[in-house]
């Protein structure tokens, strides 16, 4: 599985950036997609997951973004997005995207490449 992300930048404080990260997979396939960051020599942490359900999706937050930050999915260009409102400098980092696939019986975890998002004061 491949993931592409991108929408990356820099951005003034207060401000919006939406990050889009196209995966190569069947979205059938896969249990969870997500987004995650990481700040230099900080541990990598999630900020927004989707699991995927047969019915209904169930969205998970960090609770430093609830309330500013929107996952979602796009089934036409499978993408999962990541809209980003009233950006703050704490947000800047790498941002990773990230799906969970399960698939013959056998699970796998794969990572886009990085993007940066960058908040200026």
């Known amino acids: 599985v491949q993931l592409q992300a991108s929408g990356g930048g820099l951005v003034q404080a207060g401000g919006s950036l939406r990050l889009s990260c196209a995966v190569s997979?069947?979205?059938?396939?896969?249990?969870?997609m997500g987004w995650y960051r990481q700040v230099s020599g900080t541990e990598r942490e999630l900020v927004a997951s989707?699991?995927?359900?047969?019915?209904?999706?169930?969205?998970n937050y960090a609770d430093s973004v609830k309330g500013r930050f929107t996952i979602s999915r796009d089934n036409a260009k499978n993408t999962v997005n990541l809209q980003m409102s009233s950006l703050t400098p704490e947000d800047t980092a790498v941002y990773y995207c990230?799906?969970?696939?399960?698939?013959?019986?056998?699970?796998?975890?794969?990572w886009g490449q990085g993007t940066q998002v960058t908040v200026s004061s």
């Open positions: 989707i699991t995927l359900g047969s019915r209904k999706d169930t969205i």
């Open positions: 997979a069947s979205f059938s396939s896969l249990n969870t």
């Open positions: 990230n799906v969970d696939q399960l698939y013959l019986g056998s699970r796998s975890i794969y």
